[in-house]
């Protein structure tokens, strides 16, 4: 179990009923839960707390969060991305790209897909394994 506080009594209404993770070591709290004004997981110095009043809290089924070791990977993008990314490829391949076709293949070298619980970068399938992401992702209607 984790130990906790629920800042019950301050000047700062964002706080009020907030529950922090106080990490005195390294002068920092994280929320875990506001009701405004505060983002869960945001890590704030103790001192941006103020003057408060709390309550022990035990947060039961947390880990504690450690930084370092994670990665984060986030694309947003659109079908029409990946099929100009595809198209251009096609065109390398046969021999009759552009410079611009280069340039989005260069460009896009990095783009990593979720394909079946793996990440692979999407310029590293085949065409094949192209068109079958962009025919399962993208969807006209359900």
Not at 55 to 84: F, S
Not at 129 to 141: A, E, G, L, P, W
Request: net charge negative; proline share 1%.
């Amino acid at each position: 179990m984790i130990q906790g506080i629920q800042i019950t009594q301050t000047n700062n209404a964002d706080l009020l009923n907030s529950i922090w993770m106080i990490d005195e070591s390294n002068d920092q709290a994280r929320c875990l839960a506001a009701a405004g004004g505060y983002q869960a997981d945001q890590v704030v110095a103790i001192a941006e707390l103020g003057e408060y009043q709390s309550r022990p809290v035990n947060i039961e089924g947390a880990e504690p969060i450690r930084e370092g070791g994670q990665h984060l990977n986030v694309n947003v993008l659109d079908r029409q991305t990946l099929v100009r990314i595809m198209e251009a490829r096609e065109r390398i391949e046969a021999g009759t790209a552009s410079n611009d076709d280069l340039e989005v293949v260069a460009d896009n070298s990095q783009l990593t897909i979720r394909v079946s619980g793996y990440a692979v970068r999407f310029n590293a399938l085949t065409l094949e394994q192209q068109k079958d992401v962009i025919t399962r992702t993208f969807t006209q209607s359900l």
